[in-house]
Every structure is written in structure tokens, then in C-alpha cells.
């Protein structure tokens, strides 16, 4: 009996010790995760309150803002995005108000009014986050962000009548709108009572257009098994895509000629990353196997596999594009980007390269003419809407009375971009953008910003921003370090770093900077880093860990409680990326660089500007609160840490009206440009 009492005690302190493990490393600052206390609130609203009206000084000092406009207002607009039958574009009408959607029937028709959230819904924070023609572009189905988080709405439009239906949808999460032809939608439905609680985002449901909600079918539940899931609808069949814990993905359909929506199994695949397309007995897929991508076909019938198109070593191919007869493969190298047409049967039949340092987005196809229309830009470049011809080979500027082609804001050649790599310390070729004015001296004296991601197998999408150009233009250097844990060198460069391998992640970043140290762009007291989400946390790690390297840090929506992050929203499907803390192992290699848990007490930290939105259901803000609260209150801390809570944002920041995005832009370039250049004044 004293035996058996023992046992059971131990057994009660090891429950006791694993429930409470990562509560205790929590210090005074876990009670910031509960966001409805009054004590919670009150320190929220008193540090945001002094970092905005510091940031906000900040700002009217230099002239970002109206650089930032003047330069948007210069700028060309991207072709306009095609789907089904009609050309759609967002244009703002008032600064105030959010873009409002525009159709035209024929690309060189004047625009038609579609939807304007402002005049349906009267509120400056609710805008269009996507739109989704029907099948036969009869009706089209809007989906609306109220206040920047996953949580989506939706509304119905009738293109002929331009009524907007009366029912509205809630609660859709991490979904599109797929169409049953004209008649109703299928969408995910999240169950959250509490945005940032576990996620529930585990059903599928179908509206019948002109009912409502509350009539909608359950048409597919995971909660049972818990995989994660995608799904898609062609003209006659809705296809559900199951991903079980080996990463096989089971393939399910649906008849949508059928009264009933049953649901049968098709195919389970091993071998395959995602789907591209499923016609006829064929699915295509980019498979597992191939490092560097490639185009398969199974065949349902016989099983029989085949390469489309075989992988390039080198070259990581990205979007594929099924069109009529072609299939357009872009793919990006070190150096650059390129598009490569491919019959249907997989043979090569044109390659368009776009000019360096330039990226592209495919917009639509025109069949009859075999012309691919494309938007090309850079970093410092806005768009070039470009015409490629298949069959000749030929390309050409695409302008008419509304889509104007404006001339460049610098000539091509002023500024300086390299695309190279540097060492890591453990001998591996990292890939870096960096970007200059022409003729800046490279003294080690410049203002530098260092970006990454790192995480998820994410590649790299780079886009015009008019505040960099400002920052350049008055000397400023950028660089974007291509770290491991993202794609951009491949499906290994995400395994090297990611769950036991993710250090290479941060010791590649922290890498990049002693690189730009030792190449003279910038030094220590000249040199800012920042990043987004998974960015977040990599700024988050280097700041703690080689704090004397940077003298600012602005972290944006991070993730640094890595010994909790599982409990909250998406955290549940990060474990694969991260490793999951209630296993022994990985708790203790999370506990050697969670941002949170590595702030020494005797280390005064570069001025740091923590960014979240209040409504981030994706990484919840609370993350964000601990850290700074925890950087904030040392005695050895005497660099400023800031803590900018935007209100009415989720997890991509001011997304509604064009004056908010112009002035959260404006004063995230004017912080640190301040912060690097402040001392050169005394």
C-alpha cells in the first residue's frame, strides 16, 4: 500500500510538473494572454498609447508619407485579374473608403460597378478580402473583412440586376467560395467562440443561394479524425483533399448532379505535395519526391504514374497554369524568374525570361490570339503589363484608354540590385537580394534593412513598395536573405530548417548580418531587421540572441512564446514546423531560442518596435504583449521597447482604406530611418 502510494504521488507531480512547466516560465506576464481582464486592457491600452504617439512625431519629421503617395499616385496598376468569363479590378474611389470591385465585360471596356462594401455596410474598416465568380458568371459571391482577422463574411451579387442578396454568410475560415455552377457555394465553417481559442475550422457546408445560413448542409466533418483538409469544385464534381499525419493525401468526390451530396473516396496518394488539376481518369500533382518540383500524372483507372513535366535542378518551380492546350510553368532561380510553355502532353514549346530583378504574375490567356498576358514589377519597378505571344515568341507593352502605361519613376538603372549569396557558418550558399540607389557609397556608414521569412517552405514574393524607394533614395540599403526553412532552394532547404533543424533558420539570418558587416554596406549602429509572422520570430530570436549586431529590431506579428504557441488558434498545425512542447525533446530545443524565455536580465537590447494587430486570430497579439512587457521591464533595458497595437487589424495590418495602409507604411520607414540616423545629427 505505502508502495503503490508512492507511485501514485510521483505519477501526480510528473502531471503536475508537465501541466505547469510552461506556465512557470511565464513569469508576471501571463495574465496578458487573457485579453477581456481590465488589468490586461489598461497595459495594453497605456504602452500602445505612447508608442503611437511617438511613432506618430516620428513620422512628421521626415517625408515618407508624401513620398509615399506621390510616388503611388505615379504608379501603374497591374492588368486586371481574370475569372470566368470577365476582367475584375479594385479602384478607390475615395481615400477614406475602401477599393471598391469593377468588372468589364471585354479588357478594353470601361470599367462597371460591381460592389462597394462602404455603401452596404457604411463602415470604413469593412472591405472585399476575395470575390468568386459562378460558374456561368451569373452571380458572384463577395467576401468581406470586417475587422482584419481569418473570419471571413460573404455577399451575393447578380451581375444582371446588380441586386445584392439580402442573406450574408459568417464564420468562413481559411475558404473560398467554390460554386455549385450558378446555384450555391460550399465553404469551411469555423466554430471559434473565442477568435483565439484552438481552431475548429473543421467543416465543409453548402448555401443554396437565396436561403439562409442557418438552412446550410453539412456536407463533410473532420473534427473525427482531425486531418487537415482543402477542397475545390470543377463543373460537375466537388473534391475534398484530406492530409493524414504521414502526409498522404486522400482524395474524396462528390457528383454535384446529385441530389444528395455523397461523399466517395477516390484515390489516396503518397507521393504528392498538391494538386494541380483532376480531369478526365487524370490527376496532376506536384509530387514529394522531386526537390526542386515537377508535374505528375496518376492515372485513376490503372494507376499508372507518369513525369508531365521533370524537375530542373536549380530551378524551383512555382505557379503551374493550366490553359486550353498549355501548361505554364514559372520558375525561379537565384538570379531570376521565368515562364516555360508546355503542351498538355508536356512538350517544351516557349520560354519567356523577365528582365533581372523582376518578378511577374500571369493575369489570363487569350486562346484565339495564343497570347499570355502578364504583369511584371520589382522591389523599386511598378507594374509593366506585357503581352507574350506563344507561337512567335514576341512581346509587347499592353495599354488602352483605361489600363494608362505611365513612364517609370527612375530610370531602370537607378538603383543597384545584386542578387548573390554569402556563407553560412556552416558552409551553405544562402541566396541574398540587396538593393542601393546607383552610386551609393558603400562605406559601411548606410542605413540598412535586413529582411526575412524562413519558415514554412514559403517562398519569397516580392513587390513594389514605394516607401523603400524613399528609403533608398536618401541612401538607404535593403537586403532580403533567403534563409532555410523556406522554399526558395527547394523542399531540403525547408527540412534543413525546420522542427530539430530550425536553428539553421536563425543562424542564417544572424549570418546575413554579419555578412552585410563585414561587405561595408552597413555596420552594427547602422543596421535595422525586420520581418512578418514567421519573420517575426526569426527578429524576435536574433534580437536575444545577438543583440549587439542590430540597433533596432521591428518585428511584426511574431510568434515568441514558443513554449505555448500550440495552445492558441492555428498553433496546432504548426507542430510539424516547430515541434510540439508537451514532447520532452522538443520542449527543450524550443526553450533554447523562444524569444520569450531567452531575455537575459543584464542585457540592454537594441530599441525594438513590437507590431501586432488587436485582431489577429492568426498569431494572437498576446504574443506580442509578453515579449514587450518582458523586454520592457529590466532594469539593464535603456533602448526604448515599443508596442504598436493596430486597432481594427488582423494579422496583415491596415488593409482597408488607402490613408491607414499610406500611414502605417509611412511611419514604419520613418521609425527607423530615425532610429539609424539620429546620432549623425549630434
Known amino acids: 500500500m505505502k508502495y503503490s502510494l508512492q507511485v501514485l504521488c510521483l505519477l501526480f507531480s510528473i502531471f503536475i510538473f508537465g501541466q505547469n512547466k510552461q506556465d512557470n516560465n511565464q513569469g508576471d506576464y501571463l495574465y496578458l494572454e487573457n485579453q477581456t481582464l481590465d488589468k490586461t486592457k489598461d497595459w495594453i491600452n497605456t504602452e500602445s498609447e505612447l508608442s503611437k504617439n511617438y511613432i506618430e512625431d516620428i513620422a512628421k519629421k521626415y517625408n515618407f508619407k508624401n513620398k509615399i503617395i506621390e510616388y503611388g499616385s505615379l504608379s501603374n496598376n497591374p492588368l486586371p485579374n481574370k475569372k470566368g468569363k470577365y476582367f475584375y479590378s479594385r479602384y478607390i474611389k475615395d481615400k477614406n473608403t475602401p477599393a471598391t470591385l469593377f468588372y468589364r465585360k471585354k479588357l478594353d471596356d470601361s470599367p462597371i460597378e460591381i460592389f462597394d462594401t462602404y455603401e452596404v455596410y457604411n463602415d470604413k474598416n469593412t472591405s472585399i478580402s476575395n470575390y468568386f465568380p459562378s460558374e456561368n458568371s451569373m452571380k458572384i459571391g463577395i467576401m468581406i473583412d470586417k475587422n482584419g482577422g481569418d473570419k471571413k463574411f460573404a455577399k451575393f451579387v447578380d451581375f444582371s440586376s446588380k441586386k445584392v442578396y439580402d442573406e450574408e454568410l459568417s464564420d468562413i475560415k481559411f475558404s473560398e467560395l467554390e460554386w455549385n455552377n450558378d446555384k450555391g457555394v460550399f465553404y469551411k465553417k469555423n466554430l471559434n467562440v473565442n477568435s483565439i481559442e484552438k481552431d475548429s475550422t473543421n467543416t465543409i457546408y453548402y448555401h443554396q443561394l437565396g436561403t439562409k445560413q442557418e438552412d446550410d448542409i453539412l456536407v463533410y466533418d473532420a473534427d473525427k479524425n482531425k486531418n487537415e483538409f482543402y477542397f475545390f469544385t470543377t463543373k460537375n464534381n466537388l473534391y475534398i483533399v484530406e492530409i493524414d499525419l504521414n502526409g498522404n493525401q486522400i482524395i474524396y468526390y462528390s457528383d454535384l448532379n446529385d441530389s444528395v451530396f455523397e461523399i466517395k473516396k477516390l484515390k489516396e496518394l503518397k507521393d504528392i505535395s498538391s494538386i494541380l488539376k483532376i480531369a478526365g481518369s487524370k490527376i496532376y500533382f506536384k509530387s514529394k519526391s522531386s526537390d526542386w518540383g515537377e508535374v505528375k500524372t496518376i492515372d485513376i483507372l490503372t494507376d499508372k504514374e507518369e513525369i508531365l513535366i521533370p524537375q530542373v535542378y536549380s530551378n524551383l518551380l512555382g505557379n503551374t497554369y493550366f490553359k486550353e492546350d498549355y501548361i505554364f510553368c514559372k520558375y525561379k532561380t537565384i538570379e531570376k524568374n521565368y515562364l516555360s510553355v508546355y503542351t498538355s502532353d508536356g512538350v517544351f514549346v516557349k520560354k519567356f525570361e523577365a528582365p533581372f530583378g523582376m518578378d ?28 507574350l505571344n506563344i507561337e512567335t515568341g514576341n512581346i509587347d507593352n499592353y495599354y488602352n484608354d483605361y489600363i494608362i502605361q505611365k513612364p517609370t519613376l527612375f530610370p531602370f538603372d ?24 546607383k552610386n551609393t557609397v558603400l562605406n559601411g556608414e548606410n542605413p540598412t534593412i535586413l529582411k526575412a521569412y524562413g519558415g514554412f517552405g514559403s517562398v519569397n514574393e516580392i513587390g513594389f513598395d514605394t516607401g523603400l524607394l524613399h528609403f533608398l533614395e536618401k541612401g538607404g540599403v535593403y537586403a532580403f536573405a533567403e534563409i532555410r526553412g523556406g522554399g526558395e532552394k527547394g523542399k531540403k532547404w525547408h527540412l534543413n530548417g525546420k522542427g530539430l533543424n530550425k536553428m539553421n533558420c536563425f543562424n542564417d539570418f544572424i549570418d546575413a548580418a554579419e555578412f552585410l558587416i563585414r561587405e561595408k554596406y552597413t555596420n552594427p549602429n547602422k543596421l535595422a531587421i525586420t520581418g512578418a509572422s514567421h519573420g517575426g520570430l526569426v527578429v524576435g530570436v536574433a534580437l536575444t540572441q545577438r543583440p549587439e549586431l542590430f540597433k533596432v529590431a521591428v518585428p511584426k506579428v511574431g510568434v515568441f512564446d514558443m513554449l505555448r504557441f500550440d495552445k492558441f488558434s492555428v498553433g496546432k498545425y504548426h507542430l510539424d514546423e516547430f515541434g510540439d512542447p508537451n514532447n520532452k525533446v522538443d520542449y527543450d530545443y524550443l526553450s533554447k531560442y523562444s524569444p520569450l524565455h531567452n531575455i537575459k536580465d543584464k542585457v540592454n537590447y537594441p530599441t525594438t518596435l513590437i507590431i501586432t494587430g488587436e485582431n489577429d486570430d492568426r498569431v494572437p497579439p498576446l504574443h506580442s504583449y509578453k515579449f514587450a512587457a518582458k523586454l520592457k521591464n529590466r532594469v539593464a533595458q535603456k533602448n526604448n521597447i515599443y508596442l504598436n497595437v493596430l486597432d481594427n487589424s488582423g494579422h496583415y495590418g491596415k488593409i482597408s482604406i488607402k490613408k491607414d495602409i499610406v500611414n502605417e507604411e509611412a511611419e514604419f520607414y520613418s521609425f527607423i530611418y530615425h532610429e539609424l540616423t539620429k546620432d549623425d545629427k549630434k
Open 360 to 387: 511577374f504574375s500571369v493575369r489570363f490567356y487569350d486562346s484565339e490570339e495564343k497570347n499570355i498576358y502578364a504583369s511584371f514589377y520589382s522591389n523599386t519597378i511598378s507594374f509593366y503589363n506585357l503581352i
Open 414 to 437: 537607378y538603383f543597384t540590385t545584386k542578387k548573390i549569396t554569402y556563407k553560412s557558418r556552416d558552409n551553405k550558399d544562402i541566396p541574398i537580394t540587396i538593393i542601393y540607389r
